[in-house]
Nanobody, 117 residues
């Protein structure tokens, strides 16, 4: 079993920055791809940023150039640095771990990000 705990959400003004953290209960980054999702009220959950076991990253078009995903293997933590935040970034952000061979998957509890004008 793996527990994922997100933190770092909050209320920020448009144009501001936040850094989300996702702490894993054990070292999983050598076998689990990590992804940040978000879900806004009334909308489907969408993938925002991805980092593979090998360190490759990709992003949703809506956040490219503003968000950066990274990880610290020593701390078993994945980060999402969010800059130039927009009103439409308001959502609950979830951390996800996925192991492609076994299809094992874990989710965090989510952290609320609210961007105000």
């Amino acid at each position: 079993q793996v527990q994922l705990v997100e933190s770092g959400g909050g209320l920020v003004q448009s144009g501001g920055s936040l850094r989300l953290s996702c702490a894993a209960s054990r070292n999983i980054f050598s076998i689990y791809n990590m992804r940040w999702y978000r879900q806004a009220p009334g909308k489907q959950r969408e993938s925002v940023a991805f980092i593979s076991v090998s360190g490759n990253t990709n992003y949703a078009d809506s956040v490219k150039g503003r968000f950066t995903i990274s990880r610290d293997n020593a701390k078993n933590t994945v980060y999402l640095q969010m800059n130039s935040l927009k009103l439409e970034d308001t959502a609950v952000y979830y951390c996800n771990a996925f192991e492609p061979m076994t299809k094992s998957e874990y989710w965090g509890q989510g952290t609320q990000v609210t961007v105000s004008s």
